[in-house]
């Protein structure tokens, strides 16, 4: 059983920044990656950006350059540091966690933290 849960949501102007942290437990989770998804209202779910548990990072389009994460396998917890943050970044952050062992699929999600970008 893997356990998510999100913080560091809040609301800034354009341009600012805001750190998210998802804090993990369970068993075996620095083995897995440790992905950022974000919902805006009326839209679908996206892919925001991920990290192996080796390190290898993976991003979106709309926010490389911009957003950085980065894990501490000490600690179980991944971070999302969002820099320049437009007001199409406002949405609902997820963090996801998801894996096949012996051929059953687990799929966990956090509660989400709310970003809300406006001036």
């Known amino acids: 059983q893997v356990q998510l849960v999100e913080s560091g949501g809040g609301l800034v102007q354009p341009g600012e920044s805001l750190r998210l942290s998802c804090a993990a437990s369970?068993?075996?989770?620095?083995?897995?990656?440790i992905h950022w998804y974000r919902q805006a209202p009326g839209k679908q779910r996206e892919y925001v950006a991920g990290?192996?548990?080796?390190?290898?990072?993976n991003y979106a389009d709309s926010v490389k350059g911009r957003f950085t994460i980065s894990r501490d396998n000490v600690k179980n917890t991944v971070s999302l540091q969002m820099n320049s943050l437009q007001p199409e970044d406002t949405a609902v952050y997820y963090c996801?966690?998801?894996?096949?062992?012996?051929?059953?699929?687990?799929?966990?999600w956090g509660q989400g933290t709310q970003v809300t970008v406006s001036s």
């Open positions: 996801n966690v998801a894996y096949t062992a012996s051929n059953k699929k687990y799929d966990y």
């Open positions: 369970g068993r075996m989770i620095t083995l897995y990656a």
């Open positions: 990290i192996t548990g080796g390190g290898s990072t």
